[in-house]
């Protein structure tokens, strides 16, 4: 049987700018050929496949079309490696600033796959502030935490959270009962673990109750930090459903009622403009919305300037 036949290296070419630029015109500007050339090679390329990789009109991939990207990736990359002497020194880095929380919960459990399916990235990783959007030195890319959006950046909303009022089993023990934390006379004999990253008076604005953000009580700008000390007793925080699940997974803290409120914060891809112009920022943009797919916690929404 006659091996399958390798797709023409000018419809990968396109299939790879068409991805990262979502636009048949911006692709064709950078590949020097017509819309309609960039269209046909599509055409011919989903064919010679047998599968969709677009699954909708705004060039969204496909899961066929994002697994298909990876690969298509690295072949490109093998191909403009010079060989000789100083090929195999090739390396690209990427620099990327993330919240502390975000990435020991969600980013640092799924980096490996990152790793083996673009090895010649080279990550170079640092801790950012929430709300704050400081970091140590310049990134490629940034997840910030807030109510957005920003200025000077394009961004795409990458997750979204609910919050609910939780604590430690001794300290419900101690305390409680609290059913469903949500009146006036249970939110008065409870400490509250205070932070910035995630105010009461949204949970107060939705039950109610009548007061005003609390100024005692231990304070955290750390999210995880925050669900730590709730689980050594200090209180009763408000817990990102998909940021914490940990937490209650674990058991290390229950939730106080079966309501969840919208958390006003959210986490943001960030870039510079013609930051996905390079192939190694839109390739982990790409990583990161199928990582959305395909694991617990992320969600991706529609993609803003």
């Known amino acids: 049987m006659a091996p399958p036949r390798i797709p023409p290296i000018h419809c990968l070419m396109s299939f790879e700018a068409l991805a990262r630029l979502r636009s048949v015109t911006l692709a064709a500007a950078e590949l020097n050929v017509t819309p309609s050339a960039v269209s046909h090679r599509m ?52 620099r990327l600033a993330v919240t502390p929380t975000f990435s020991r919960q969600m980013l640092m459990p799924r980096l490996a796959l990152f790793r083996h399916a673009y090895p010649d990235v080279e990550l170079i990783l640092q801790v950012s502030i929430p709300l704050m959007d400081t970091k140590a030195e ?25 919050i609910v009022p939780a604590c430690s089993p001794e300290y419900l023990h101690e305390a409680g009962p609290f059913e469903g934390f949500d009146t006036l006379e249970q939110v008065g004999r409870a400490r509250l673990i205070r932070s910035p990253l995630e105010p009461w008076n949204t949970w107060f604005a939705a039950c109610g109750i009548a007061l005003p953000e609390p100024r005692e009580g231990a304070q955290f700008n750390d999210v995880g930090l925050m669900l730590d000390a709730a689980a050594a007793g200090f209180g009763i925080t408000l817990l990102r459903l998909k940021l914490g699940h940990e937490w209650l997974d674990s058991g290390r803290l229950v939730r106080l009622s079966p309501r969840s409120v919208a958390s006003p914060h959210h986490h943001f891809l960030c870039w510079k403009p013609g930051a996905m112009q390079r192939w190694e920022c839109a390739a982990f943009a790409d990583w990161l919305r199928l990582c959305s797919l395909n694991c617990r916690g992320l969600k991706t929404l529609t993609r803003g300037a």
């Open 138 to 162: 310049d990134a490629d890319l940034e997840i910030r935490y807030g109510s957005g959006p920003y200025a000077g950046v394009e961004q795409e909303r990458i997750l979204v959270d609910q």
């Open 43 to 94: 055409r011919q390329l989903e064919s010679q496949l047998g599968v969709k990789l677009f699954a909708r009109g705004d060039f969204a991939l496909s899961a066929e079309g994002a697994a298909y990207l990876v690969q298509v990736r690295q072949g490109l990359q093998a191909l403009q490696q010079v060989p000789g002497p100083g090929a195999g020194s090739g390396t690209t880095r990427l």
